[in-house]
């Protein structure tokens, strides 16, 4: 299994990417698995380390299946601006996606209310009375098998709900690629014959610098196993 790889090491933060497979933060069922606050702890020194009230400095998390960018904070002062500038939505973070059937429109939003399903309290869903969730998202490409068609999608969450991506897309009909939660039993078993895990990671993250505030970006390129999911496909002009 890959491990997490620190892309930016500043005084006050690290940005990492998170491989698929590792769990971001740790809880009392992680038992075994791999677990990103785990490895940032063992491995680095500095001041937020073992603060398990800053869950170490991890300032937000994935999916566990999901790829991409995670902040960590160093200090608690830094810990406190990110996860302010995440409050604030003054954090921008991309995702790619590739998702069943073909979206025709090239570009939109999805404002639906997410929350915990009331007859089954470990799923999320489009929920009367939920929170305000908005994703925006753009067509990059279409794809196609000898089955089904395709499309590869960027997105861009207005806000960090649970699950919200997975449940905005499977709202409008085109549910990602392999999600066990939300694309239904038998269409993610017959995704994973081919695509190995959830076609969900977060490549881009725009936010202000905690300490000089100016604007920064970061990327982080779709990672080889995705990439080789999609040379399985047929791309459409």
Known sequence: MLEPKIIFDDPDFFVVEKPTGWISNEAGTTTNQPVLQTWIKKNFKY???????????LVHRLDKETSGLIL???????FEALQGQFKDRLVS?????????R?????????ETVGRL????DRFGIVP???EAETHYKVIGYYENKINKFTLLELTPK??????????????????????????RKTSRSDRKW?????????????????????????SNLPSDLRETLEKLVKLA
């Not at 969900?200 to 505030?213: D, M, N, R, S, Y």
């Open 195 to 219: 695509c190995s895990r959830l076609f969900l990671h977060a490549g881009g993250i725009t936010f202000l610098h905690p300490k000089e505030g100016e604007k920064i970006s970061f990327e």
């Open 159 to 184: 806000t960090g709900r649970t699950h919200q991506i997975r449940i905005h897309l499977k709202h409008i009909g085109h549910p990602i690629v392999a999600d066990d939660f939300y694309a239904g």
């Open 47 to 57: 001041p937020l380390n073992g603060n398990l009230e800053a869950r170490d400095g």
């Open 93 to 101: 973070k991309t995702y790619m996606a590739l998702v069943h059937g």
């Open 118 to 121: 009331p007859w089954r309290k």
């Open 129 to 131: 009375g939920g929170r």
């Open 103 to 111: 979206v025709d429109r090239l570009e939109g939003e999805i404002k």
């Open 72 to 78: 960590i904070a160093k200090k608690k002062e830094t």
